[in-house]
Structures are given as structure tokens and as C-alpha cells.
DNA sequence: CCTTTAGTTGAATACTCGTTCAACTATTTT
DNA sequence: AAAATAGTTGAACGAGTATTCAACTAAAGG
């Protein structure tokens, strides 16, 4: 056994059948990586005004009741991650969702939690 | 317009749009609180393991490396918040997901993550 | 009754991370 | 060319939180 703690393994089967199906590291990784950019805020609210109308970072500041900055550091997490995407058009820069998949694991989790 | 920051509203109907169907602060919350409590390393592979079988705290923290104490911690984070439910026999106390909500979201996001 | 073991818990430490602040670039307007 | 505005960025501060550590409870066994 790899794994080492400070109790001895109880039920062996049960512990063999968890540890035989664990995914690798990087599976979780990926998994809690994306968690994480939704969990917070300020980047789930940018996501759903984002999924109503596209919009420049003074829209999404407005909408939020937000500095340009604060806004601006979130915005460069989440295109890093792809969950949105920009384009240029003078000096305003526009923002929207990077593919439908992000809207549709929004709103079905928005749709959940309303219960 | 009772949101303030540090610039003008450039599109005025995006954000009215946006305002408009912004959900109240509660639900962003309840949101944000599922997502945390899934958005951690550990957590997340408490819950897979407890997808694959019933276990007693040891058997947790020795399918995670981990000691009974940093297990013992989250598992009542997870309790607290109704992702896993438990039952106690004799010294150990048993552990599970508490319905087939939680298993349908992690295996949905799993799968999905693997693509 | 004493020892061992499963599990819990509160405090403290260490780390992560969101916002602020100030400075900066780029584009438009006068 | 200068001023104004949209947006970005790095550093620093502060808040939140996961793990460790030590002490504790509860149940089982000799």
C-alpha cells in the first residue's frame, strides 16, 4: 500500500475498491481548478451577465458595482482558463462566454440551487 | 442606478439587461457555497471515494494518505453543508453521500473533465 | 478497571487569493 | 500634440481556510 497515515485500514476491501478507481492528480486537478473559478463571487456574477449580452469591462464594472481593476484581474482568470473570450474593438475591449458548454454548466447549477 | 464604480456605463442596455435578471445575493451564495465545498483537493476526493463505497474515517484517511484528523475536519464541513450523511456502529462512524444529487453533479463533472 | 483505538475538536500556523492602489499602455478626441 | 478614457498590471494588504498538534470523548477488550 502506497498510501501511509496515522490509523490502520479497517475494512480492506472497501479501501482497495476507492484506491483501484481513484482518478490520477491531474484529473482532480483539473476538476477542482474549475470549481474554483466558479466559486467565487465576483467571477460567477461576471459569467452571468456575461451569458446575458456581451460586454466591455465598464459594462461588467457597472453591473457589479465594481472597479475597472477588480474586475479586469478576474477577467484575465478566466480567459486564461477559456471560460471567456475578448475582442478588441478601439479602445474598448469585449468580453463574452468561450463556448456553450460554460453557459450550460451555469445555468443548470443556477437553475439547481433556485430549486 | 444604485451600483456605483469608477466609470461611466458605456452600453447602457447590456447592463440594464444584465441588472435586470440579476438573481438576488442569496442565490449567488448558495451557489458559491456548493462549489467551495467541492472546489478542494481533499473534499473532492473524500466524495469520490465515498461514491464508490460506504467508509469509516480510517478507511478515508487511508485511501487519501491522510490522518484521521484533517479528515475528521472536512467530513463535518461536508456534514454540515448535507453532502454526506453518517451512522454510527460501535467506535467507528460510517460514512456515505447523502443523496443521489451530490453523485450525479461529481460523476457529471468528472466525466466531463476527462473528456 | 485499565488500556487501546476510533473519532472529534479548538487553537495556531501557514498558505491562498481577492481587492486596492498606483502606475502604466493604447486608443480616441480636441 | 495634449488630454481624456478604456483597460491592464504588479505589489501589497487583509480575509478566509486547510492542516497540524495536542487534548479530549466514547466504545471495546482484556
Redesign the interface.
Known sequence: ???????????Q???K???D???EEG??D???N???L????TR??IL??LD????????I?????????AISHQLKLLKENNLVKSKKEGK?VFYTLNDEHVTQVFEI??SH??E
Open positions: 500500500m502506497e498510501y501511509q497515515c496515522d490509523c490502520n485500514i479497517i475494512h476491501d472497501a479501501v475498491i476507492a484506491v478507481k481513484m482518478p484529473t482532480f483539473k476538476l477542482i474549475f470549481y474554483k466558479i466559486a467565487d463571487s460567477v456574477k452571468f451577465v446575458q449580452h456581451e460586454m466591455c469591462v465598464c459594462d464594472a457597472n453591473s457589479l458595482g465594481m472597479t475597472k481593476s474598448e447549477s443556477l440551487v433556485k
